[in-house]
């Protein structure tokens, strides 16, 4: 049985970027525009969701004289992923000051 580790903050950050508008194809240069990722970090995470089965990608042609352009957006598990996530990652950033502290 092969074991889920929890996602990393990035990867919380990728999923809630595109599930904002879920079926809306995105570009991995505006994903690391929008959140402050460099191509470096970014890409390994884009991989790995999708060899998980939680993002389709494709090839957009481009304009003629410029390269296609790969583009990514959640599947169905994606979108549950990406819930799950954002539901799990919520209480350490809400946790509740002690007793005493100000």
Avoid at 27 to 40: F, I, T
Avoid at 56 to 67: I, M, V
Wanted: aromatic residues 6%; proline residues 8%; hydrophobic residues 35%.
């Amino acid at each position: 049985m092969k074991r889920q580790r929890p996602h990393s903050e990035q990867t919380v950050a990728v999923l809630r970027a595109l599930a904002a508008t879920p079926s809306a194809w995105r570009y991995g240069y505006d994903l690391c525009s929008e959140l402050n990722l460099r191509s470096g970090s970014l890409y390994p995470i884009l991989i790995r969701l999708s060899d998980r089965g939680f993002l389709e990608s494709a090839w957009e042609e481009a304009e003629p004289g410029r390269p296609p352009r790969h583009v990514y957006r959640l599947t169905g598990a994606g979108i549950a992923e990406a819930a799950a996530a954002g539901h799990r990652a919520s209480p350490a950033r809400t946790r509740p000051r002690e007793l005493g502290t100000a």
